[in-house]
């Protein structure tokens, strides 16, 4: 046995990052750096952001070929300047759910995020039923990672790892708009 599958385990795990409180896609992403010092794939697709630019679109790329981001969504949904309806959201969703299928099933990467899943299952963007058929159809050594508030109780169920942040201060509060690097 390597040193890679003695790391790996037999089985993957289902990882859910949760909560009120920044860090749930800095997490995964701290987990991705991890992996990747260990010669492991790693594919993170994102289920909302992607129209923004975010400082992990740049960085990103220098961790490949090892990390693979795939930006699908549209950008935040129903806030600020999104003036897109909420099909279209539904659509791109749809089509992120498709490219984590393939992702998953590929047996090309060690670990797979899908970031702020959780989020487009609140917003009824994806199905939960359809994320609990995604879980249970993953290849038993894919390790993946869901990420994003408000994840539903079937989910956590079936996760072997439910980490929740908790706000407990927020510069926002005080008027301190988010920041390059920090924030995005």
């Given at each position: 046995m390597t040193i890679k599958q003695l790391a790996m385990g037999k089985d993957g795990l289902v990882i859910v990052y949760t909560g009120k409180g920044k860090g749930k896609t800095t997490a995964a992403l701290g987990m991705?750096?991890?992996?990747?010092?260990?010669?492991?794939?790693?594919?993170?697709?994102?289920?909302?952001?992607?129209?923004?630019?975010?400082?992990?679109?740049?960085?990103?790329?220098?961790?490949?070929?090892?990390?693979?981001?795939?930006?699908?969504?549209?950008?935040?949904?129903?806030?600020?300047?999104?003036?897109?309806?909420?099909?279209?959201?539904?659509k791109i969703a749809s089509e992120a759910l498709v490219i984590a299928k393939e992702k998953i099933s590929s047996q090309k990467y060690n670990i797979v995020i899908l970031d702020e899943i959780n989020y487009a299952v609140n917003l009824g963007l994806v199905s939960v039923d359809d994320?609990?058929?995604?879980?249970?159809?993953?290849p038993e050594n894919v390790n993946l990672v869901l990420t994003g508030n408000h994840v539903k109780d079937e989910i956590v169920e079936l996760a072997d790892l439910v980490t929740e942040m908790k706000e407990v201060k927020h510069p926002f509060k005080s008027g301190i708009r988010a920041k390059k690097g920090i924030d995005f």
């Open positions: 991705a750096l991890r992996a990747i010092g260990y010669d492991h794939k790693v594919c993170m697709i994102q289920f909302i952001k992607g129209s923004w630019h975010y400082g992990e679109m740049t960085s990103s790329k220098r961790l490949e070929p090892e990390f693979e981001l795939t930006a699908v969504g549209k950008g935040f949904v129903g806030i600020m300047d999104d003036k897109s309806p909420i099909e279209d959201h539904k994320v609990i058929k995604l879980i249970q159809s993953k």
